[in-house]
């Protein structure tokens, strides 16, 4: 922890496919997310088709590779030499999908790359001809989300977490325990949908207009997103066992974008005193493109530098690799687009931007205390960051603290009632404070620096659907 960097992230490194040069690409060589996809033989236009059964591929440029039928071929030979911790090698299981790939010991899955970024520059010695049959057009591919076994959300950005709690605590945002552990709840892993697919307005009981009175009940009012980051879980731990934070980050395979869609009016009536539940379980988003730990190395960063009056982490929370380099510089984009400016031809619009370096914890501080218990994850886990926001307004990732006139991280602090917000005003007119339907939030995130290749992660978009009869 981190990965090193080496040969894969030369930033003079050519692909022989032209798209993979372009300098605006999210997939040059240096970067080779891994995906579940299939050609779309089937309509693109339906993301829900059962018994998704695509092979794993790799991303280079417009294309996605069958790393299967390269493997066949007997081009990835190197990768017969590993095996799993018990000894045993099940190649053929590692390479049919993420979650497969994800239970491959490390070792196997930094080789794969490595392999593959032979294969895949200019002047490799491989047939590039037989390589180009074995790719199929980004455009002609129908994606899945990776199958998510499990999945738990994090709350782990101080700033989101202030926002939200100056909003209804203005004289304490922030409770005990929140600069003490990462805060976080067990999602629902079946409503974990793939980029692309509608997402439909929840209905639910929402909190009586006068105390006392009976709670309402309709489609919901406030419907929100969330700008994340997810980790995909590699190999995970025994049942009462632990992963400690040096090894935390050899237990993630990479990461993806998120949308963890929120019904604010329904959470606002039932989150006490357990926490989430049908506000948030109706849909998560997930980009397909999982960006591996490896091609991230050129963009780490030191986690949060915490206040000299905020405590430390606990031992098994912290290490001198993770307050070097725990973070990630990943900067965020969220951009809206109404049905009336996708009726007039105008493009989308970006609402937000923010960095994923303002997290408090990281992901490693989020593996360690999850497993501190003895909970086991499993290959294909996703674990959410929570919302992502910064200091700015502009870096809010979330409608909810977007449009609300509150600023805590003004001198002095600018603290109003949370029904005080400014909406948002679109190129036509529309405004919006929450999300309407026939809205499309689309996310995206990619990390620059300066001697490397930018390398993104592509898109994580859904449109919001009227909620159904009741």
């Not at 600069?179 to 974990?192: F, T």
Request: some cysteine; charged content about 25%; proline content about 8%.
């Amino acid at each position: 922890m981190p990965y090193p960097i080496d040969e894969t992230h030369d930033p003079n490194l050519e692909s022989w496919l032209e798209s993979a040069n372009d300098p605006n690409t999210d997939f040059p060589i240096q970067n080779l997310p891994f995906v579940d996809y299939e050609p779309a033989d089937q309509s693109i236009s339906d993301p829900l088709i059962d018994d998704f059964a695509g092979p794993l591929g790799v991303v280079i440029g417009d294309q996605v590779l069958d790393i299967n039928k390269v493997f066949d071929a007997g081009l990835l030979e190197g990768l017969l030499a590993y095996e799993d911790d018990s000894g045993a090698t099940d190649i053929d299981y590692w390479l049919h999908a993420v979650n497969g790939l994800a239970s491959a010991p490390s070792g196997f899955r930094h080789e794969l790359r490595q392999q593959l970024s032979r294969l895949l520059r200019k002047g490799t010695d491989a047939d590039t001809k037989q390589l180009r049959d074995w790719m199929t057009p980004v455009a002609e591919c129908r994606f899945d989300a990776p199958s998510i076994r499990d999945y738990t959300d994090f709350y782990a950005s101080l700033y989101h977490a202030t926002n939200v709690g100056s909003m209804f605590r203005p004289d304490n945002p922030l409770l005990p325990n929140y600069k003490h552990i990462p805060i976080g709840y067990h999602g629902r892993a079946s409503s974990i949908v793939p980029s692309g697919t509608p997402v439909r307005r929840p209905i639910g009981q929402q909190a009586p207009a006068e105390d006392g009175g009976m709670p309402n009940f309709g489609p919901c009012k406030m419907l929100d997103y969330e700008m994340e980051m997810g980790a995909i879980i590699a190999r995970g731990n025994e049942l009462g066992e632990s992963i400690s934070i040096t090894d935390a980050e050899d237990h993630i395979l990479g990461l993806c974008i998120l949308n963890d869609w929120s019904a604010r009016d329904l959470q606002k009536w039932e989150y006490q005193p357990l926490g989430p539940f049908l506000a948030k379980n109706f849909a998560s988003t997930v980009s397909p493109y999982i960006v591996t730990m490896e091609a991230l190395a050129p963009f780490r960063c030191p986690a949060f530098e915490r206040d000299a009056k905020d405590p430390q982490p606990l031992p098994y929370m912290d290490s001198d690799a993770n307050r070097k380099a725990g973070g990630f510089d990943i900067t965020l984009e969220v951009h809206l687009s109404t049905k009336q400016m996708r009726d007039k031809g105008i493009d989308p619009v970006r609402i937000s931007k923010g960095n994923f370096k303002d997290m408090y914890w990281t992901f490693a501080q989020m593996v360690a205390h999850h497993t501190v218990n003895g909970c086991n994850l499993q290959p294909g886990d996703l674990l959410g960051s929570g919302t992502v926001s910064g200091t700015a307004r502009d870096a809010r990732g979330s409608l909810l603290e977007l449009t609300w006139d509150g600023d805590p991280f003004a001198n002095p602090p600018v603290l109003v009632p949370g029904t005080q917000r400014t909406p948002l005003k679109m190129p036509t007119g529309e405004e919006r404070k929450f999300l309407q339907d026939g809205d499309e939030v689309i996310m995206k995130a990619y990390c620059e620096r300066d001697g490397f290749r930018r390398i993104g992660f592509g898109e994580c978009r859904g449109v919001i659907e009227p909620a159904r009869s009741v």
